[in-house]
């Protein structure tokens, strides 16, 4: 946990030190020296605040105090804290303080920007360690929220059924590669998918998706998919920050056991697989 701490402790002292600078997810992550695949699903989980609410508040933080402190320019003061024009700065601040940057300089008084602790998790789930095998995967893609993949897998299951492909098929998949919590819904992107063999040509509209091997963390789900978000939650706020493990360079997908058709909600069984960094010293 001590190791994570550092690395959000980092971020939170760039973001101070860099308000008007790249403070991008990329950027970020660099900072935290995590896989721009996880970083994000870290910070929210360990901290309970996405990166955007935290550059926002510690923005804030540093403008009120140059409100009331200092005889700075409000264009100055909105600019030394990464807004190019008074006017977003101005909205900003209001939605943050409920006054004006202008009220509040002329009411004179400055106190740190505090926020509400997050509520505290305990794991509900068991997590293995495996040294899992890379997966060939026939895919559609999907854009938008991750909770409308089933129409991708609809057009994925009736491509594999008209071209004779489904006593080929192994696991059903879906690859998730955005936070959420970080991307707008409209911008999410995930495959939904099937592993194929080798030899089985993967033609368009089908795309072609490698999962890499190695060794992984598999959270094992079992209930309605509406309980994912909270597994992800204690996967990367729990688990990760704990097991002196690192995040690899590929993304979170799930392997999905059961499905709907066969089981009740309570029984649906869901691997959520991190990939992981391979920490032992070479020979």
């Given at each position: ?13 760039y ?5 008007s600078?790249?403070?991008s997810?990329d950027?970020?992550?660099?900072v935290a ?5 996880h970083?994000h699903?870290?910070f ?8 955007a609410q ?5 923005r804030?933080?540093?403008?009120s105090y ?11 003061v909105?600019r030394d804290v990464g ?5 977003s700065f ?5 939605e943050?303080?409920g006054?004006?940057?202008a ?20 794991m ?6 495996r040294?899992?095998?890379?997966r060939?995967?026939?895919c559609?893609?999907h ?19 008209t071209?004779?492909?489904g006593s080929?098929?192994?696991q059903m998949?879906?690859v ?10 409209a ?7 099937f592993?194929?063999?080798?030899d089985i040509?993967?033609?368009a ?9 190695g060794?992984?963390a598999?959270?094992t789900h079992v ?7 909270a597994a992800y ?10 097991s002196?493990e ?20 309570e029984d649906?069984?869901?691997?959520i ?5 391979d920490?032992q010293?070479?020979?």
């Amino acid at each position: 946990m001590e190791r994570y701490e550092q690395r959000i402790l980092r971020v939170v002292d760039y973001i101070h030190n860099h308000p008007s600078g790249d403070l991008s997810l990329d950027a970020l992550a660099d900072v935290a020296a995590l896989s721009r695949f996880h970083f994000h699903r870290v910070f929210h989980a360990v901290t309970g605040e996405t990166t955007a609410q935290t550059v926002r508040r510690l923005r804030m933080n540093k403008a009120s105090y140059a409100l009331a402190m200092t005889s700075t320019p409000l264009p100055r003061v909105a600019r030394d804290v990464g807004y190019d024009n008074v006017a977003s700065f101005t909205r900003a601040f209001r939605e943050s303080f409920g006054m004006s940057p202008a009220a509040f300089r002329q009411r004179g008084e400055w106190r740190p920007f505090y926020r509400n602790p997050p509520k505290e998790m305990t794991m509900t789930q068991p997590v293995d360690i495996r040294q899992e095998p890379a997966r060939r995967l026939a895919c559609i893609a999907h854009r938008g929220a991750y909770h409308d993949i089933g129409q991708a897998f609809e057009k994925l299951y009736t491509l594999m059924v008209t071209r004779q492909l489904g006593s080929h098929a192994g696991q059903m998949i879906g690859v998730y590669y955005d936070d959420p919590s970080a991307v707008p819904l409209a911008d999410l992107r995930s495959h939904a998918g099937f592993v194929l063999p080798d030899d089985i040509p993967i033609a368009a509209p089908l795309e072609e998706v490698i999962l890499p091997a190695g060794r992984q963390a598999v959270l094992t789900h079992v209930g309605p998919y509406a309980g994912l978000p909270a597994a992800y939650d204690q996967l990367f706020a729990l688990w990760l920050p704990k097991s002196a493990e690192e995040p690899g360079h590929s993304p979170t997908f799930e392997v999905y056991l059961n499905s709907p058709m066969e089981v009740s909600q309570e029984d649906l069984r869901t691997e959520i697989h991190l990939p992981l960094l391979d920490l032992q010293p070479k020979d």
